[in-house]
T-cell receptor, first 114, second 112 residues
Framework: GNSVTQMEGPVTLSEEAFLTINCTYT??????LFWYVQYPGEGLQLLLK?????DKGSNKGFEATYRKETTSFHLEKGSVQVSDSAVYFC?????????????FGTGTRLQVFP | DGGITQSPKYLFRKEGQNVTLSCEQN?????MYWYRQDPGQGLRLIYY???????QKGDIAEGYSVSREKKESFPLTVTSAQKNPTAFYLC???????????FGSGTRLTVV
C-alpha cells in the first residue's frame, strides 16, 4: 500500500541556516504530494503541494520538488527563522480511486534558535 | 471567511462518560475526516465521510462514533469504550480528489 517516510527529528538549526527535511514515498501511479506545518497547539496548515512529477511547490520561502525517479519530496528552505519552529508533515494522496485518503508521515520537529 | 471550526478547544472528561467533539465547516466541502494525534506522533484516521448520511471507519475507529446528517457538520463522539481517549483531535475537510485537506484548530481531550 501507499506510505510516506520522513526523517526523524528533532532537527535543530541556528537562524539563517539551510533546512532540508527528507521525505520519501511508496505509491502506485502518480500521487499528489503535500507538506503541512503544525505550530504548537494548533491544527495543520497546508504549506505547499505538487501534483505531478517534476512539479515544484513553494510557499513562504519553502520549496519541494516532486521527484518520481527517487520517489522523494524533500522540503528545503534557504534561511530559516525562529518563527519556522514547528512540526512538518509530509503527506501523500493516492490517485487510483476516489476513496483514497491523505497518508501522513510521522512528522519532523524543527527547532530554530537565534 | 471560510474555514473549519472545532469546539471546544479544551475538553475534560471523567472516566466512563461519553463526550462529543464538534466540527463545522463552511467551505462547501463534500468530505470530512477525524484524526487523532498523540504526543510526538503522527496522525491516525478515526472516521471519514465523503457524503451526507454516509461514513467509513478509519484505522482506529473502536471506541468512537460519528454522524453526518448535514454537509457542514461531522461531530465525533468519544465513548466510554475508548480506553485511552486523552489526545489531540483534529477535524479536516476536502473538496475533491487531488486536493489537500483543510484542518480545524483541534480539540485537546483530557480524561480526569
Amino acid at each position: 500500500g501507499n506510505s510516506v517516510t520522513q526523517m526523524e527529528g528533532p532537527v535543530t538549526l541556528s537562524e539563517e541556516a539551510f533546512l532540508t527535511i527528507n521525505c520519501t514515498y511508496t505509491a502506485t501511479g502518480y500521487p499528489s504530494l503535500f507538506w503541512y506545518v503544525q505550530y504548537p497547539g494548533e491544527g495543520l496548515q497546508l504549506l505547499l503541494k505538487a501534483t505531478k512529477a517534476d512539479d515544484k511547490g513553494s510557499n513562504k520561502g519553502f520549496e519541494a520538488t516532486y521527484r518520481k525517479e527517487t520517489t522523494s519530496f524533500h522540503l528545503e528552505k534557504g534561511s530559516v527563522q525562529v518563527s519556522d519552529s514547528a512540526v512538518y508533515f509530509c503527506a501523500l494522496l493516492g490517485a487510483l480511486t476516489n476513496t483514497d485518503k491523505l497518508i501522513f508521515g510521522t512528522g519532523t520537529r524543527l527547532q530554530v534558535f537565534p | 471567511d471560510g474555514g473549519i471550526t472545532q469546539s471546544p478547544k479544551y475538553l475534560f472528561r471523567k472516566e466512563g462518560q461519553n463526550v462529543t467533539l464538534s466540527c463545522e465547516q463552511n467551505l462547501n466541502h463534500d468530505a470530512m475526516y477525524w484524526y487523532r494525534q498523540d504526543p510526538g506522533q503522527g496522525l491516525r484516521l478515526i472516521y471519514y465521510s465523503q457524503i451526507v448520511n454516509d461514513f467509513q471507519k478509519g484505522d482506529i475507529a473502536e471506541g468512537y462514533s460519528v454522524s453526518r446528517e448535514k454537509k457542514e457538520s461531522f461531530p465525533l463522539t468519544v465513548t466510554s469504550a475508548q480506553k485511552n481517549p486523552t489526545a489531540f483531535y483534529l477535524c479536516a475537510s476536502s473538496m475533491w480528489q487531488g486536493e489537500g485537506y483543510t484542518f480545524g484548530s483541534g480539540t485537546r481531550l483530557t480524561v480526569v
